[in-house]
């Protein structure tokens, strides 16, 4: 695997290092998932990013046509089902992560989700 430098301020390497330890992964599994969130979920509309993918033989994720695909998917209660496919609704706060939502989040953020 290839590693990026990626600078970042000091601030926001203080944010950046307590999220990551409150979720258990490094800055850096963080910033590849972000960015391989943001690829896969583009592919869905842009051409480049969809033929760069299928270059490289990979296949978008099955989560990247989803409103909700991103980073809602850490705190989703059905994020093992919808990584692999099983589970095609909208998202839902897993019971065990809902005392970070603040207190006016009552459903998804998201645009189209109903849940």
């Known amino acids: 695997m290839q590693r990026i430098d990626v600078p970042v301020d000091e601030k926001f390497?203080?944010?950046?290092?307590?999220?990551?330890?409150?979720?258990?992964?490094?800055?850096?599994?963080?910033?590849?998932e972000a960015a391989k969130q943001h690829v896969h979920a583009s592919s869905e509309v842009c051409a480049l990013a969809d033929g760069l993918l299928r270059?490289?033989?990979?296949?978008?994720?099955?989560?990247?046509?989803?409103h909700c695909y991103g980073?809602?998917?850490r705190c989703c209660k059905h994020q093992l089902a919808c990584r692999t496919?099983?589970?095609?609704s909208e998202?839902?706060?897993?019971?065990k992560h809902e005392h970070l939502l603040k207190q006016h989040v009552k459903r998804c953020p998201c645009d189209s989700c109903t849940s």
Not at 85 to 88: Q, W
Not at 91 to 95: N, S
């Open 71 to 73: 980073w809602l998917c």
């Open 91 to 95: 998202w839902e706060i897993a019971e």
């Open 85 to 88: 496919g099983l589970y095609k």
């Open 55 to 66: 270059k490289q033989g990979m296949i978008p994720d099955k989560r990247s046509a989803k």
């Open 13 to 32: 390497a203080a944010v950046l290092k307590e999220y990551c330890a409150y979720w258990g992964m490094t800055m850096g599994e963080l910033m590849y």
